[in-house]
């Protein structure tokens, strides 16, 4: 990822990608302290444009706030800093890595005077999934790893250190095979995958675990919006582990993952074990919505 073309926004200049590097001593390598976002741009009819552009930056500032970072730029300058990397990078659909951490100022849980650099990178990312996946649903398997507590981690921070909890989770159902991991909160209900937001769907209603112990995804809400609007009832409410496997249909959802169908969860087939009807509906909107393709909420849409 290191050894390629192209330019990085790095604490307001636009660096060659190979150059935008850090000290070994980097306070937020050692201790996780630091936050993030994952963006999209889509090519649309009117040109590239990111989605939810906004609602990305103010959940980074957000994050920021919950983990005590100050940040040195305003919402509208990073919105700002990731179009120019877009336009600078000539790039047409992208993933949007921006990501704010200390520096290397002192060592220590106890160092002062560190300072917050932020960085934009973007690159070209196909479906995080894999299109058989978008099609055919995945194979989840629960994590034996616990979600978040709600007071250790505060997960409506996109921190860095909440990651170490999904690579673990990820990691061990990928050597087993799976393709994504359902956590439990430490109560042992549903929370989320390890990049996803959940949806199950019974008898036509639609429900998601509340956000105590996931992520507040911006495509959550997205797809919220959008099912409502079809006319669906949504729920946001508690789910059990058991009222996934009898189901009609269930799905992921995130930035990257988009809306994914789940096919199979602990080797039990998901409803009819393909994408279900309503999936296949809500994700031909959500991705209708994202590619400029449908004319509501073009708000939702910041073209370069
Ligand atoms: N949960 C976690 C843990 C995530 O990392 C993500 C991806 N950002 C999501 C949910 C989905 O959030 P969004 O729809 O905002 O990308």
Partial sequence: MSD??????????????????????????????????????????KGTAIFRLQEHTR?????????????????DELNEAQLEVLRVNQL????????????????????????????VAAWTWGSYLGADGMERGIRVKTSSFSRHYVNSSLCRAKANANYLNSSMALNEVLKDGYD????????????????????????????????????????????????????????????????V???????????AAEVTPI????????GSGSRG???QKLQAAYLAQVKGQSERYPEWLSHI
């Fill in 180 to 243: 994504e991991a359902l956590m439990l909160d430490p109560e042992g209900y549903v929370a989320e995958g390890s990049a996803e937001n959940i949806f199950v769907i019974t008898n036509g209603v639609i429900s998601t675990p509340d956000v105590t112990s996931a992520l507040d995804g911006i495509t959550r809400r997205t797809v919220m919006q959008l099912a409502q609007d079809m006319g669906y009832t949504v729920r946001e409410r508690r789910i059990t582990r058991d009222e």
């Fill in 92 to 119: 047409k659909e992208a993933y949007l890595r921006p990501m704010v951490f200390y520096g290397s100022e002192g060592m220590g849980l106890r160092a002062t005077g560190l300072k917050t650099h932020v960085i």
């Fill in 277 to 279: 009807p309503i999936t």
């Fill in 245 to 255: 496997y009898v189901c009609d249909e269930a799905f992921f959802t995130g930035t």
């Fill in 59 to 75: 959940r980074l500032f957000n994050s920021a706030k919950i983990i005590g970072m100050a940040m040195p730029w305003s919402e």
């Fill in 4 to 45: 390629r073309d192209g330019y990085i926004w790095y604490d307001g200049k636009m660096v060659p990608w190979r150059e935008a590097t850090t000290h070994v001593l980097t306070y937020t390598l050692h201790y996780g302290a630091g936050c993030f976002e994952g963006v999209r741009a889509y090519e649309t009819p």
């Fill in 263 to 270: 096919r199979e969860i602990d080797n039990r087939p998901v």
